[in-house]
C-alpha cells in the first residue's frame, strides 16, 4: 500500500492552477475541499491492467488541489520503479501510512469490493463489467481506460464536492463497454498490427502528450519516423496536463519538443524521433515549395484553428486532428483530403461578438479544458487512428466526439460535409489535382 501526497498545485500557485481554472468555467469557486481516492489493482494483472492502473494513478494526482491523495494497493508491484517514475514527473510526497479513502477504484474483474470496477484490454474500456478483448499490448483500451476512470472520478468528486452545480451540469456515471477500434459498444478489437509509422506531430501540449504516452507505450512495437513540431517550452502550470514532462524540465523551461524526444527515445528503440522547436509555419518554410512538402500522416494538438488550417491547406496525405471543447468535450477527427469535409469545413470561424471588445490574444476558447485526462483522451485516440492507418484497415472516417460528463457514444461519430465556404478550400479542383499531384496513390472520387 502505497500514500502518494502530490503538492503540483503548491508548485503552480492559484493563480496559475489550469485545474482551478477549469472548476471556474464549470461554475463554481473552488474551496478547500478535496477527496482521497484509492486504486486497488488485482494480483498478477495482465500488462495492459497495469498500464491502465499506472496511467490512472498519474492522471488522478495531476488533479490536485481536487484530489489530495491518492492510495495505491497493488500486491506485488515494484514500488521502487514506480516511485521514482513518477517523482521524476510530479512533485509529491510518498509513504506507506495510508488513512481511509472516500472513493475506490478497482482495476480487473477479480477486484470485488469498489465504487467503481475499470477494465481494459486491446481496443476496449470497460466499466463495470470485463473487458472481453484479448490483452495483446495494446496500449488504446488501458490509456483511454485510464482517462474514462479518471473522468468518472472527476464526476463522482465533483458531484460530491459540489452538488448543487452538479446538477446543474448532469454529470452522469457511465457503465459499459466501448471498443476505440470501432467506436462502438460491438467490443471489435482486431490484434495490435505491425506499427510503422511516418508521422508527424504538431503541437507536443496536452492533446500532444496524450499521443507521445501513446506512442511511447508501444516500446519495441513501433518503428519508423515520428517528427515533433513545437516553439513552447515547458512551464510548471503545464505539469497537470503534459504528462511527458520532468519536473525538472518544466523547472527550468525545457523546450517541449526536447523533452518529448527524449522520453520516446527511452522507451521506443526502433522509432526514429526529431524535435523541431519552432512553430509550424517556421517548419514548413524549411522546405520552400508547397508541392514538395509529402507527409504521410500529420497529428494536429493545436488550440488555434488558424493552425490547423495551414496545416490542412500544406495538404497531408491523412491528417488526424485532436481537440478538447467548452463543456468537457473532446473529439478527434481524420480526414482523407477530397473525399470528405476537411478541417477547413468541420472547424468553421466563430463568428465575430461585435459587442465585446476585440482580445486578439485571448485562447479561441477559453473554456476549453485543461484537465489532465480530458486534454490527453483525444491525443490517445489520434495516436489509435495513427495505429489503424499503419494497418490499413478501420480508420474513423470523419470525427469521434466525446462528451466527458456522460459517457462515450456510438451516435457521436459522424462525417462532415464538403462547405463551400470552406477556409481551405477543399472542393475546388486546383486544390484537389495538388493533393492528387503529391500523392499519385490515392484515388480521389
Ligand atoms: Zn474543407
Given at each position: 500500500m502505497l500514500s502518494l501526497v502530490p503538492h503540483l498545485h503548491g508548485l503552480v500557485g492559484s493563480a496559475a492552477s489550469r485545474n482551478l481554472a477549469q472548476l471556474r468555467e464549470l461554475g463554481v469557486e473552488p474551496a478547500d475541499r478535496s477527496v482521497r481516492i484509492a486504486v486497488v489493482v488485482e494480483p498478477s494483472p495482465t500488462p495492459g491492467r497495469w498500464l491502465l492502473a499506472t496511467s490512472l494513478v498519474d492522471m488522478l494526482l495531476r488533479l490536485d488541489p481536487l484530489v489530495r491523495e491518492v492510495v495505491l494497493d497493488a500486491p506485488g508491484m515494484d514500488e521502487e520503479n514506480l516511485r521514482t517514475d513518477l517523482a521524476a514527473r510530479l512533485p509529491l510526497t510518498v509513504g506507506d501510512a495510508a488513512g481511509p479513502v472516500d472513493y475506490t477504484i478497482g482495476i480487473g474483474t477479480r477486484v470485488t469490493s469498489a465504487d467503481l470496477v475499470v477494465d481494459a484490454a486491446g481496443w476496449v474500456v470497460a466499466i463495470g463489467e470485463?473487458?472481453?478483448?484479448?490483452?495483446?499490448?495494446?496500449p488504446i483500451g488501458p490509456l483511454a481506460g485510464a482517462a474514462l476512470a479518471t473522468g468518472e472520478a472527476f464526476k463522482w468528486a465533483f458531484g460530491t464536492l459540489y452538488p448543487e452545480q452538479a446538477a446543474l451540469l448532469e454529470m452522469t456515471p457511465w457503465r459499459g463497454a466501448f471498443s476505440f477500434f470501432s467506436y462502438n459498444v460491438d467490443g471489435a478489437s482486431p490484434p495490435l498490427p505491425n506499427v510503422r509509422i511516418a508521422t508527424t506531430l504538431i503541437g507536443a501540449g496536452g492533446v500532444g502528450a496524450g499521443v507521445i504516452r501513446t506512442i511511447a507505450a508501444l516500446g519495441s512495437q513501433v518503428s519508423g519516423t515520428l517528427t515533433l513540431v513545437d516553439g513552447d517550452v515547458l512551464t510548471t502550470d503545464n505539469l497537470n496536463r503534459v504528462s511527458y514532462a520532468t519536473l525538472a524540465g518544466a523547472t527550468a523551461g525545457t523546450a517541449k519538443v526536447v523533452e518529448a524526444e527524449t522520453f520516446l527515445r527511452q522507451r521506443c528503440p526502433k522509432l526514429a524521433v526529431s524535435g523541431f522547436k519552432e512553430t509550424f509555419d517556421t517548419y514548413k518554410a524549411r522546405t520552400p515549395r508547397r508541392a514538395d512538402r509529402i507527409y504521410d500522416v500529420v497529428v494536429t494538438g493545436l488550440d488555434d484553428d488558424q493552425i490547423r488550417w495551414e496545416v490542412q491547406r500544406d495538404l497531408p496525405r491523412v491528417l488526424i486532428d485532436g481537440a478538447t471543447g467548452k463543456d468537457m468535450v473532446a473529439r478527434v477527427e481524420r480526414v482523407e483530403f477530397g473525399r470528405y469535409g476537411c478541417l477547413g469545413c468541420s472547424r468553421r470561424a466563430a463568428p465575430i461578438a461585435t459587442d465585446v471588445p476585440a482580445a486578439c490574444d485571448a485562447p479561441p476558447d477559453p473554456r476549453a479544458p485543461s484537465l489532465s485526462f480530458l486534454s490527453s483522451f483525444p491525443g490517445i485516440l489520434a495516436a489509435g487512428e495513427v495505429m489503424k492507418e499503419a494497418s490499413g484497415h478501420?480508420?474513423?472516417r470523419g470525427r469521434f466526439d466525446h462528451v466527458f460528463r456522460y459517457g462515450p457514444n456510438p451516435d457521436l461519430v459522424g462525417m462532415p460535409a464538403m462547405r463551400s465556404d470552406c477556409q481551405v478550400g477543399c472542393g475546388r479542383p486546383a486544390k484537389l489535382d495538388q493533393y492528387r499531384q503529391k500523392y499519385p496513390g490515392e484515388t480521389l472520387p
Open positions: 470485463p473487458a472481453t478483448a484479448a490483452d495483446d499490448g495494446n478501420g480508420s474513423l
